[in-house]
C-alpha cells in the first residue's frame, strides 16, 4: 500500500491547490491527501525547488494558522527557492510570528529559514524596516539565537541605538556571555564603540552555530541545479573574475545583477536601494559602480559607499584599493566571517565535485586579495588550521601552499602543530614534484615572515591599542620570542631537506630547491635587516659538494661565502639584545665545513685532513685506506672533481697547445696564473660561486710557484649579547 | 571507561604479537599489511597499490585482515611484514574499534615508522560516527602519522594518490631508499595541542 502511494505523488499544482484550499481538512492522522500533498511539495521543492509565487503562496498558507503544527514544519522545510525568495514572504513570516501563534518550534523554523535564504530575499528594505520588532524576540530563549543570527546580516550603522544595547547587555547578564549574544554585541561596538563599553575579546572567533548544514546544502544544490547550462559552462571557462565596471556595459540607472553571480559564491556588488539618480544626488556617497577609471577614484576616495556584501571586494580591484587605503574594522571583520563560513561550508562540511570549480575560483581570488593587500585573512587562517587537519594533500594544493605562504608570525610551537606537522606528512610521502612544492612554500612562508610579518610584529607590540597602521585585520597579538621562532622554523626546514635529500638521493630538483631556501636564509641579515644567522647544516653542504651537477657545486659555495659576509655585517653593527644563530659551535661547525671544501678543492688533500677522522660524512680515515683508491686526495680538486670535469676538459683543450695529451698538470707545477685563468673560465660559464669562494677563504701566495696557501676562516669572536 | 575495556579483552600471547624484524627480508620484495573492519575498501586499495608499484621494480605484496592476531596457521609461510596501515573509516564506528584492539596485537617496532593510521570518508561531516579528534589522539598515543584520504567515494584519482603516498612509506621501510622509517620520524618536533581544544564556533 505504501508502495503505491509512493509512485502516483500528485503534481506540485494540485499539492498546492489542496492547502490554499480553505475547506481542506486539517487532520494529520489517517488522512491520505494531505500526507500525498504533503509529499508532492516535498519531492518537488528538493528537485527542483519552488518559484518565488509559489513560495509566497505557501507562506500565505502557513500563516494562515489553519494547519497543526507538525505540517505547518514540514511546509517550512520546503521552503527551498529555485531562484529567489519574495520580500513580501519574509515579511509575512515575521508578522506572524509576532502574533504568538504558532508554536515555538515553528517560529524558530521560519528564523533558521531566514537565516538560511538571507542571501536570497530579493529585496532588504522592509526587512531593515522591520528591525525593532525582529529585535523584540531576543527576549525569548528559545528564539534568542537565531534572532541574533539574522540580526547580525541585517545590521547596518544606522541600527545600533543606545536602547538597543542596553537590552542586550541586561540580557547578557541575565543568561551569560552566550556566542550569539557576544557576537551581535561585537558588531555592534564595531559600528559605534562609543556605545558599547563592555570590553569584549578581540580575536577572531565565529559565533554562530551551524545547526542546518543539511538542509543548507541542499539549498544550495537547488540553486546549482537552477542555473541554465549555457550560463553553467560558460561561467566555468571563464578563469578570471572581472571586474565589474558597469558603468562601460551598462546602464548604471539599472540596477546590476550579473547572471554569473547567482553561481558564483562572490556576491555581487549590490546596494541597498536603487540606482536612480534621482536618490544618489540625496546622499554625497558614490557607488563603485559608477567609477570608470582610476582617476575618478582618486577623486572620490573619501565618499566611496560600500556595497551591502562586504565580501564583494574580492570582485573589484578599486573596492580593493578604497579597503585598503580607509582600513575600518567592521569591514574587515564581515570580510574575514564571510570567507570563513563560505570556506568551510565547501571545503569542510559538504565538498562535492560540482563545487571544486567554484571554490577554486574563490580561492584564487582570495589569493589575489592577499597578494594585494601583502596580508592574509586572520579568519582564513583558522580556516586553514581546522582544513590541514584533514586535508588529503591533493584537492586545491597549488592555491593551499600559496595561503599558507601568508599565515602571520606565530609561536613556533603553534605553526608547527597546524602548519609544520601536515605539511611534513605530505613533505614524506609524497614524489619529488611534490616535495619540491613543499619546499617553495616554505621558503616563500619565510620570505614573508622576514619581509613583512616581521615589521608588522614589532609594530604591533610598540603600538598598545590594537589598531594598527600596517594591516587591514588587525589581531591582538601576545608576545612572544619572535625571532627565536623564525629560527626554529630555519632549522626545522633545515632537518626536512636533510632527511629528503637522502630519500630521494640527491634528486637535482629538491637540491635546487633547498639551495634557493639556503640562499634566502644567507641574506637575512644584510638584506632584511634581521639579526639572525643560519648555515646550512654540514650534512647539506657535503651532499651539494660532492653532486655531480656543477651547478650545485658553485652554489653552495657562493652559500658559504655569504654566510661569512653575513657574520661580518652582524659582527660590524652595534651588540644587539638578541641575535640568534651566532654561537661558538656553530661558527666551528662552519669552520670545519670551510676547510673541508678548499681542502678537497684548493690543497688536492680530500679524506685525508690531520685529524683521526676525516668530518666529511666522519668517514673514519682507516676506511678511507681501506678502500684502495689511490690518490684519492686529488679526486675532488678544482681540474679532477666529477661535476667540474666537464668544464677542465673543456678549458684545457684550448689553453694547452694542441698535441699534448689533455690532462691538467700534478698540483705541483700548477702555477696560479693556470689556475686563475681556470677560474675565469668557470666564472664566464656562469659558476662564479667557486671564484668567489676562493677568492674570499684562501690567501693566494704572490710568487708564481705553488705554495701552501693558507684558507682563512670566520673568527668566532663572540659578542656581548649572544647566547652560547 | 579505559580500564574497563581492557579487563574485558582477552590477553594477547607473546607469539602472536607481530614482530617486524624475525624473518629474513628479500630482496627487491616489499609486503604490507592491511587491517581494517569490513566495507573499509582494503581490496581496491590493494588493487592500487600494486597497479602503481608494476613499474618500479618493486615487488609488492599486499595482505589484507579484518583483526589481528593473525592466523597461526601461515605463520611459516607468510613473509616478513614491512609495512602495516590500519584503516579507519570515519563514517563506521566498528572500523575504529576494530583497530583500536588490533594495535595492541602488533609490536612496538612498528611505531617507529614501520606503520600508519589511514583515514577515509574524512569529507562531509554529517556522516561521521567517528570523531577526528579521536583518530588524531590515537595516532598521538602511539605517535604515529595517520593519512587522510579517499578510497570508495570520490574520483579514482584519489584513490591512487593515497596508494602512491603509501607506497613511498613502504619502500623506505622495506630499505630501498637511504633513509630508515626511524630517521623519517625524527623529523617530527613534539606537537602540544591534544590536551587544549580551542573552541571554535561555528556557523
Same mark, same amino acid.
Given at each position: 500500500?505504501?508502495?503505491? %502511494?509512493?509512485?502516483?505523488?500528485?503534481? &506540485?499544482?494540485?499539492?498546492?491547490?489542496?492547502?490554499?484550499?480553505?475547506?481542506?481538512?486539517?487532520?494529520?492522522?489517517?488522512?491520505?491527501?494531505?500526507?500525498?500533498?504533503?509529499?508532492?511539495?516535498?519531492?518537488?521543492?528538493?528537485?527542483?525547488?519552488?518559484?518565488?509565487?509559489?513560495?509566497?503562496?505557501?507562506?500565505?498558507?502557513?500563516?494562515?494558522?489553519?494547519?497543526?503544527?507538525? #505540517?505547518?514544519?514540514?511546509?517550512?522545510?520546503?521552503?527551498?527557492?529555485?531562484?529567489?525568495? $519574495?520580500?513580501?514572504?519574509?515579511?509575512?513570516?515575521?508578522?506572524?510570528?509576532?502574533?504568538?501563534?504558532?508554536?515555538?518550534?515553528?517560529?524558530?523554523?521560519?528564523?533558521?529559514?531566514? %537565516?538560511?535564504?538571507?542571501?536570497?530575499?530579493?529585496?532588504?528594505?522592509?526587512?531593515?524596516?522591520?528591525?525593532?520588532?525582529?529585535? @523584540?524576540?531576543?527576549?525569548?530563549?528559545?528564539?534568542?539565537?537565531?534572532?541574533?543570527?539574522?540580526?547580525?546580516? &541585517?545590521?547596518?550603522?544606522?541600527?545600533?541605538?543606545?536602547?538597543?544595547?542596553?537590552?542586550?547587555?541586561?540580557?547578557?547578564?541575565?543568561?551569560?556571555?552566550? $556566542?550569539?549574544?557576544?557576537?551581535?554585541?561585537?558588531? =555592534?561596538? &564595531? =559600528?559605534?564603540?562609543?556605545?558599547?563599553?563592555? $570590553?569584549?575579546?578581540?580575536?577572531?572567533?565565529?559565533?554562530?552555530?551551524?545547526?542546518?548544514?543539511?538542509?543548507?546544502?541542499?539549498?544550495?544544490?537547488?540553486?546549482?541545479?537552477?542555473?541554465?547550462?549555457?550560463?553553467?559552462?560558460?561561467?566555468?571557462?571563464? !578563469?578570471?573574475?572581472?571586474?565589474?565596471?558597469?558603468?562601460?556595459?551598462?546602464?548604471? !540607472?539599472?540596477?546590476?545583477?550579473?547572471?554569473?553571480?547567482?553561481?558564483?559564491?562572490?556576491?555581487?556588488?549590490?546596494?541597498?536601494?536603487?540606482?536612480?539618480?534621482?536618490?544618489?544626488?540625496?546622499?554625497?556617497?558614490?557607488?563603485?559602480?559608477?567609477?570608470?577609471?582610476?582617476?575618478?577614484?582618486?577623486?572620490?576616495?573619501?565618499?566611496?559607499?560600500?556595497?551591502?556584501?562586504?565580501?564583494? /571586494?574580492?570582485?573589484?580591484? =578599486?573596492?580593493?584599493?578604497?579597503?585598503?587605503?580607509?582600513?575600518?574594522?567592521? %569591514?574587515?571583520?564581515?570580510?574575514?566571517?564571510?570567507?570563513?563560513?563560505?570556506?568551510?561550508?565547501?571545503? %569542510?562540511?559538504?565538498?562535492?565535485?560540482? #563545487?571544486?570549480?567554484? /571554490?577554486?575560483?574563490?580561492?584564487?581570488?582570495?589569493?589575489? @586579495?592577499?597578494?594585494?593587500?601583502?596580508?592574509?585573512?586572520?579568519?582564513?587562517?583558522?580556516?586553514?588550521?581546522?582544513?590541514?587537519?584533514?586535508?588529503?594533500?591533493?584537492?586545491?594544493?597549488?592555491?593551499?601552499?600559496?595561503?599558507? #605562504?601568508?599565515?602571520?608570525?606565530?609561536?613556533?610551537?603553534?605553526?608547527?602543530?597546524?602548519?609544520?606537522?601536515?605539511?611534513?606528512?605530505?613533505?614524506?610521502?609524497?614524489?619529488?614534484?611534490?616535495?619540491?612544492?613543499?619546499?617553495?612554500?616554505? !621558503?616563500?612562508?619565510?620570505?614573508?615572515?622576514?619581509?613583512?610579518?616581521?615589521?608588522? =610584529?614589532?609594530?604591533?607590540?610598540?603600538?598598545?591599542?590594537?589598531?594598527?597602521?600596517?594591516?587591514?585585520?588587525?589581531?591582538?597579538?601576545?608576545?612572544?620570542?619572535?625571532?627565536?621562532?623564525?629560527?626554529?622554523?630555519?632549522?626545522?626546514?633545515?632537518?626536512?631537506?636533510?632527511?629528503?635529500?637522502?630519500?630521494?638521493?640527491?634528486?637535482?630538483?629538491?637540491?635546487?630547491?633547498?639551495?634557493?631556501?639556503?640562499?634566502?636564509?644567507?641574506?637575512?641579515?644584510?638584506?632584511?635587516?634581521? $639579526?639572525?644567522?643560519?648555515?646550512?647544516?654540514?650534512?647539506?653542504?657535503?651532499?651539494?659538494?660532492?653532486?655531480?651537477?656543477?651547478?650545485?657545486?658553485?652554489?653552495?659555495?657562493?652559500?658559504?661565502?655569504?654566510?661569512?659576509?653575513?657574520?661580518?655585517?652582524?659582527?660590524?653593527?652595534?651588540?644587539?639584545?638578541?641575535?640568534?644563530?651566532?654561537?661558538?659551535?656553530?661558527?666551528?661547525?662552519?669552520?670545519?665545513?670551510?676547510?673541508?671544501?678548499?681542502?678537497?678543492?684548493?690543497?688536492?688533500?680530500?679524506?685525508?685532513?690531520?685529524?683521526?677522522?676525516?668530518?666529511?660524512?666522519?668517514?673514519?680515515?682507516?676506511?678511507?685506506?681501506?678502500?684502495?683508491?689511490?690518490?684519492?686526495?686529488?679526486? @675532488?680538486?678544482?681540474?679532477?672533481?666529477?661535476?667540474?670535469?666537464?668544464?677542465?676538459?673543456?678549458?684545457?683543450?684550448?689553453?694547452?697547445?694542441?698535441?699534448?695529451?689533455?690532462?691538467?698538470?700534478?698540483?705541483?707545477?700548477?702555477?696560479?696564473?693556470?689556475?686563475?685563468?681556470?677560474?675565469?673560465?668557470? !666564472?664566464?660559464?656562469?659558476?662564479?660561486?667557486?671564484?668567489?669562494?676562493?677568492?674570499?677563504?684562501?690567501?693566494?701566495?704572490?710568487?708564481?710557484?705553488?705554495?701552501?696557501?693558507?684558507?682563512?676562516?670566520?673568527?668566532?669572536?663572540?659578542?656581548?649579547?649572544?647566547?652560547? | 571507561?579505559?580500564?574497563?575495556?581492557?579487563?574485558?579483552?582477552?590477553?594477547?600471547?607473546?607469539?602472536?604479537?607481530?614482530?617486524?624484524?624475525?624473518?629474513?627480508? +628479500?630482496?627487491?620484495?616489499?609486503?604490507?599489511?592491511?587491517?581494517?573492519?569490513?566495507?573499509?575498501?582494503?581490496?581496491?586499495?590493494?588493487?592500487?597499490?600494486?597497479?602503481?608499484?608494476?613499474?618500479?621494480?618493486?615487488?609488492?605484496?599486499?595482505?589484507?585482515?579484518?583483526?589481528?592476531?593473525?592466523?597461526?596457521?601461515?605463520?611459516?609461510?607468510?613473509?616478513?611484514?614491512?609495512?602495516?596501515?590500519?584503516?579507519?573509516?570515519?563514517?563506521?564506528?566498528?572500523?575504529?574499534?576494530?583497530?583500536?584492539?588490533?594495535?595492541?596485537? +602488533?609490536?612496538?617496532?612498528?611505531?617507529?615508522?614501520?606503520? *600508519?593510521?589511514?583515514?577515509?570518508?574524512?569529507?562531509?561531516?554529517?556522516?561521521?560516527? +567517528?570523531?577526528?579528534?579521536?583518530?588524531?589522539?590515537?595516532?598521538?598515543?602511539?605517535?604515529?602519522?595517520?593519512? *587522510?584520504?579517499?578510497?570508495?567515494?570520490?574520483?579514482?584519482?584519489?584513490?591512487?594518490?593515497?596508494?602512491?603516498?603509501?607506497?613511498?612509506?613502504?619502500?623506505?621501510?622495506?630499505?630501498?631508499?637511504?633513509?630508515?622509517?626511524?630517521?623519517?620520524?625524527?623529523? *617530527?618536533?613534539?606537537?602540544?595541542?591534544?590536551?587544549?581544544?580551542?573552541?571554535?564556533?561555528?556557523?
Amino acid at each position: 500500500m505504501a508502495e503505491e %502511494v509512493r509512485k502516483q505523488l500528485p503534481s &506540485l499544482k494540485d499539492s498546492l491547490s489542496y492547502f490554499t484550499d480553505e475547506s481542506a481538512s486539517t487532520k494529520v492522522r489517517g488522512n491520505i491527501k494531505l500526507q500525498l500533498a504533503l509529499e508532492g511539495i516535498e519531492q518537488h521543492a528538493q528537485n527542483k525547488g519552488l518559484s518565488p509565487d509559489n513560495i509566497l503562496s505557501l507562506t500565505l498558507v502557513i500563516t494562515r494558522g489553519q494547519f497543526g503544527d507538525s #505540517t505547518n514544519s514540514r511546509l517550512v522545510k520546503c521552503l527551498i527557492p529555485a531562484t529567489t525568495v $519574495p520580500e513580501e514572504a519574509a515579511v509575512r513570516a515575521i508578522s506572524w510570528i509576532c502574533t504568538n501563534k504558532p508554536s515555538k518550534s515553528v517560529q524558530a523554523f521560519l528564523l533558521r529559514w531566514l %537565516v538560511l535564504v538571507y542571501d536570497l530575499i530579493d529585496g532588504k528594505d522592509k526587512l531593515h524596516a522591520l528591525y525593532g520588532v525582529l529585535f @523584540f524576540f531576543i527576549q525569548s530563549d528559545v528564539l534568542c539565537p537565531h534572532v541574533c543570527h539574522l540580526l547580525y546580516l &541585517l545590521t547596518r550603522k544606522q541600527d545600533v541605538r543606545l536602547f538597543r544595547v542596553r537590552p542586550l547587555l541586561d540580557l547578557q547578564t541575565r543568561v551569560g556571555a552566550q $556566542p550569539h549574544l557576544t557576537g551581535l554585541l561585537s558588531l =555592534y561596538k &564595531l =559600528y559605534r564603540p562609543d556605545l558599547v563599553n563592555v $570590553p569584549l575579546n578581540k580575536t577572531p572567533r565565529v559565533f554562530f552555530k551551524q545547526t542546518d548544514k543539511a538542509w543548507a546544502a541542499l539549498i544550495r544544490q537547488v540553486q546549482l541545479r537552477n542555473c541554465p547550462r549555457e550560463e553553467r559552462d560558460q561561467w566555468l571557462k571563464t !578563469t578570471q573574475i572581472p571586474i565589474t565596471n558597469i558603468f562601460n556595459d551598462l546602464d548604471p !540607472t539599472k540596477e546590476p545583477l550579473p547572471k554569473k553571480a547567482k553561481l558564483d559564491c562572490i556576491p555581487a556588488i549590490g546596494y541597498p536601494g536603487s540606482l536612480d539618480q534621482s536618490s544618489a544626488a540625496q546622499s554625497d556617497k558614490v557607488p563603485v559602480q559608477l567609477i570608470g577609471s582610476f582617476e575618478e577614484l582618486l577623486q572620490n576616495l573619501d565618499n566611496l559607499e560600500l556595497p551591502s556584501q562586504a565580501a564583494a /571586494v574580492l570582485r573589484s580591484q =578599486y573596492l580593493q584599493h578604497f579597503v585598503s587605503c580607509h582600513p575600518q574594522q567592521h %569591514v574587515a571583520h564581515r570580510i574575514g566571517y564571510w570567507l570563513y563560513r563560505t570556506l568551510r561550508q565547501d571545503l %569542510v562540511d559538504c565538498p562535492s565535485a560540482s #563545487t571544486k570549480p567554484r /571554490v577554486e575560483k574563490l580561492l584564487k581570488a582570495l589569493i589575489n @586579495f592577499t597578494d594585494f593587500l601583502q596580508e592574509g585573512v586572520p579568519l582564513c587562517e583558522m580556516f586553514l588550521w581546522e582544513y590541514l587537519f584533514t586535508w588529503n594533500g591533493l584537492d586545491h594544493r597549488p592555491q593551499i601552499l600559496q595561503l599558507i #605562504t601568508r599565515s602571520r608570525l606565530h609561536p613556533f610551537q603553534r605553526l608547527n602543530d597546524y602548519v609544520l606537522e601536515p605539511l611534513r606528512r605530505l613533505f614524506f610521502t609524497s614524489k619529488v614534484h611534490c616535495k619540491c612544492q613543499i619546499l617553495a612554500c616554505l !621558503t616563500e612562508l619565510l620570505r614573508n615572515c622576514v619581509s613583512v610579518e616581521w615589521a608588522r =610584529y614589532k609594530e604591533t607590540q610598540s603600538n598598545e591599542e590594537g589598531t594598527s597602521s600596517l594591516s587591514l585585520f588587525p589581531v591582538d597579538s601576545e608576545m612572544f620570542p619572535a625571532l627565536q621562532s623564525i629560527q626554529e622554523l630555519v632549522l626545522y626546514v633545515d632537518r626536512l631537506c636533510v632527511v629528503g635529500l637522502q630519500q630521494e638521493d640527491g634528486h637535482a630538483m629538491l637540491m635546487h630547491y633547498t639551495l634557493g631556501f639556503f640562499e634566502l636564509v644567507t641574506q637575512l641579515q644584510r638584506r632584511f635587516d634581521l $639579526p639572525l644567522v643560519h648555515a646550512p647544516s654540514a650534512p647539506i653542504v657535503y651532499m651539494a659538494m660532492f653532486d655531480t651537477n656543477a651547478l650545485t657545486v658553485a652554489r653552495i659555495c657562493a652559500i658559504m661565502c655569504g654566510f661569512r659576509q653575513e657574520v661580518t655585517s652582524l659582527k660590524q653593527k652595534p651588540p644587539q639584545e638578541e641575535s640568534c644563530g651566532f654561537t661558538s659551535s656553530s661558527i666551528r661547525n662552519f669552520n670545519n665545513c670551510i676547510l673541508d671544501i678548499c681542502d678537497a678543492l684548493w690543497r688536492c688533500k680530500a679524506f685525508s685532513s690531520g685529524k683521526n677522522e676525516a668530518s666529511i660524512f666522519k668517514v673514519p680515515r682507516a676506511l678511507v685506506k681501506q678502500t684502495g683508491i689511490d690518490s684519492i686526495g686529488d679526486s @675532488f680538486s678544482l681540474y679532477n672533481h666529477i661535476a667540474l670535469q666537464g668544464f677542465a676538459h673543456t678549458f684545457l683543450q684550448k689553453s694547452l697547445p694542441s698535441g699534448t695529451p689533455i690532462t691538467p698538470r700534478p698540483r705541483s707545477r700548477q702555477s696560479t696564473l693556470d689556475r686563475s685563468s681556470y677560474l675565469d673560465f668557470l !666564472t664566464s660559464q656562469g659558476l662564479e660561486g667557486i671564484q668567489g669562494f676562493i677568492s674570499s677563504f684562501i690567501k693566494v701566495g704572490k710568487s708564481s710557484t705553488p705554495c701552501s696557501s693558507a684558507p682563512s676562516t670566520a673568527s668566532s669572536t663572540t659578542t656581548t649579547g649572544s647566547r652560547t | 571507561m579505559a580500564a574497563e575495556e581492557e579487563s574485558k579483552m582477552s590477553e594477547v600471547l607473546p607469539r602472536e604479537i607481530l614482530k617486524p624484524f624475525n624473518k629474513m627480508p +628479500v630482496r627487491n620484495a616489499a609486503t604490507v599489511l592491511l587491517v581494517g573492519s569490513y566495507g573499509t575498501g582494503k581490496k581496491q586499495l590493494a588493487k592500487s597499490m600494486v597497479d602503481v608499484c608494476t613499474d618500479t621494480g618493486l615487488k609488492l605484496q599486499v595482505r589484507t585482515t579484518t583483526s589481528l592476531p593473525l592466523p597461526e596457521e601461515n605463520t611459516d609461510t607468510r613473509p616478513r611484514i614491512d609495512y602495516i596501515a590500519f584503516i579507519i573509516d570515519l563514517t563506521n564506528r566498528l572500523s575504529f574499534s576494530t583497530v583500536q584492539s588490533a594495535v595492541q596485537c +602488533v609490536d612496538v617496532e612498528y611505531f617507529l615508522g614501520k606503520a *600508519c593510521f589511514v583515514v577515509t570518508n574524512v569529507k562531509g561531516t554529517s556522516d561521521h560516527c +567517528v570523531e577526528m579528534e579521536e583518530v588524531s589522539r590515537l595516532a598521538d598515543m602511539y605517535n604515529t602519522m595517520y593519512i *587522510c584520504g579517499g578510497i570508495k567515494e570520490g574520483d579514482p584519482d584519489e584513490r591512487t594518490t593515497l596508494a602512491n603516498r603509501l607506497l613511498q612509506l613502504v619502500e623506505v621501510s622495506a630499505g630501498r631508499k637511504k633513509v630508515s622509517p626511524l630517521l623519517v620520524d625524527l623529523t *617530527c618536533r613534539q606537537l602540544s595541542f591534544q590536551e587544549e581544544q580551542t573552541e571554535f564556533y561555528t556557523v
